[in-house]
């Protein structure tokens, strides 16, 4: 995935609003989106977290002990 341009900031109504437009898209298509993935959600979006680090962390958690 190639790296992200850098983001200019939004207002935090629109970040809003953004937001609310991808739960609503994901619910309409049955994939409604639970709290944690729309926490991830807004930390990729506000630029909190990279898509790498989303990416590692949900790695970790779902890996199976062996």
Known sequence: MK????KTPVSAELHR???QSVAGTM???GIPLS???RHNLDRYASGQASYQ???AELRAKY???K
């Open 17 to 19: 609003r953004r937001m």
């Open 3 to 6: 790296p992200q341009a850098s």
């Open 53 to 55: 680090q989303l990416m």
């Open 63 to 65: 890996q199976r002990a």
């Open 27 to 29: 619910a309409i298509e």
């Open 35 to 37: 709290e944690a993935s």
